[in-house]
Each structure stands twice: as structure tokens, then as C-alpha cells.
């Protein structure tokens, strides 16, 4: 991914590193935790230079980059082995506590959908859900943080309107995501003794905390920015 900030928007040094990962780490969250893992997908994060920088933002992130930096005729077997292990946590789930929603984990009920279809809307996204994913899904979730930050970073904006967009993911972090994924990779951890899965339930569970941490540290970088020009 190549950052493609405006000239107005200067990103310091201390959150440049952040912004060049952290798309890319959402979108191996939305790929495997929202379908089966494909042989491209596989090849992809074990070969793709700038994933394997994102990978070492996170520990998790490094179990994931040593498990997939294999050689390539052994790609398959672990894509086939992978492939298997997601169908049986699909299937687990409506047997189990384990759950890739956000109502099922914290107890809500199917209503709540609407909170999510109301911000999604709120902040102009429709997403194709090819599976009949509900909005709550953990990856349709992690696929609205990922569409919000290319917005932030490929749209041209003031550094008002950048301040509204990390107020939006900040929120998001907050309300939803940060209220049940603890609980979420608790369960899935208990679930599976995969490596994959485990570490992507660990970067998860990292990743979360500190890309929160890191809006909340740009934003205050941009509010003083903005200050200091009136």
C-alpha cells in the first residue's frame, strides 16, 4: 500500500510506520476471519514484503509471519488444512459460546443489527456482502475500520474534516469492536489449537488497543496542529 496523504496533512515520523500497517493488518483480519483461507491469501501474507512489515507491530502478527514464511510447495497443504479447521468453527459456532458476532457474544438481541446498519450509513458505506454476512459479523466490523482508513488516507481533506474520520474509527473502536473482541478471542482461543487462528486471534487482540491508542495519539497531533494555525 503507498501512502497518499495531501501535502497539508503532515503525518509525523512516530505515526507513519502505524498508518502504512495498519490497513493492511484489518484487511488479513477481514480475509481469514471472514471466509475460508484461499491459496492466494496464504501465498500473499507469506511472500508480500510490506505484510511482513505489519506483522512485526504485533506478536501475534510475528506467530502468523514464522507459520506462513514457508517454502512454497508446502503452501497448499497448510491452505487445505486451514480451509478444513475454518469450516469447523463455522460449525462450532452454532453448537458452542463461540460466536463471530458481536449481539451473539454480548448477549444483544437481533435488533442490534440496526445500530450497525445506522452508522455504516452514517458514515456512507454499503457493504457487498457476498455471504449474507449480518452487520455485527467480526468481519464486516474490521471491514468498516479498514474502508474508513483508506478514506482517511486517499481522500484529500482538511485537518478538520481528518480530525470527523478518526473521530468516527475512534467511536467505533470504543462503542463496538473494543466491547466484545476481548471476550470473542477468548472463546475462539479455547476453541481451536490452530496456528493460524491463534494468531489471529492474538493479533487481534493486540492490534486493537493499540491502533485505538494511536488514533487518539494522531488526533490530539492534529488538534494541536490546527490550534497552532488559528
Known sequence: MTMQTVPSLAVPEAFSHWLESRGLI???LVDFLGRKPSLSLVAQWSRNRKMSVAAEMTEGGRELKRYLSQEPNKLPYICEK??????????????????????AILGRS?????????????????????NGEADDHIAIELEFMAVMHERMLY????????????D??????????????????????????????LGLS????????????????????LESSATAMV
Not at 486451514?82 to 449481539?103: G, N, P
Not at 481522500?155 to 478518526?166: E, K, T, V, Y
Not at 492474538?202 to 497531533?221: I, Y
Request: proline share 2%; net charge negative.
Open 110 to 130: 437481533e435488533d442490534f443489527c440496526n445500530v450497525l446498519a445506522d452508522v455504516y450509513t452514517s458514515a456512507g458505506i454499503v457493504f457487498n456482502k457476498c
Open 82 to 103: 486451514e480451509s478444513q479447521e475454518y469450516k469447523r468453527l463455522i460449525h462450532e459456532q452454532t453448537v458452542s459460546s463461540f460466536k463471530l458476532r458481536e449481539a
Open 202 to 221: 492474538h493479533m487481534l487482540a493486540e492490534f486493537l488497543p493499540l491502533d485505538l491508542q494511536m488514533l487518539r495519539s494522531w488526533r490530539a497531533s
Open 155 to 166: 481522500n484529500s481533506f482538511s485537518i478538520r474534516s481528518a480530525m470527523d474520520l478518526l
Open 26 to 28: 484489518y484487511q488479513l
Open 168 to 197: 468516527i474509527q475512534v467511536a467505533f473502536l470504543e462503542d463496538h469492536l473494543l466491547q466484545w473482541t476481548p471476550q470473542f478471542c477468548e472463546k475462539l482461543n479455547a476453541a481451536t489449537d490452530s496456528t493460524l487462528y
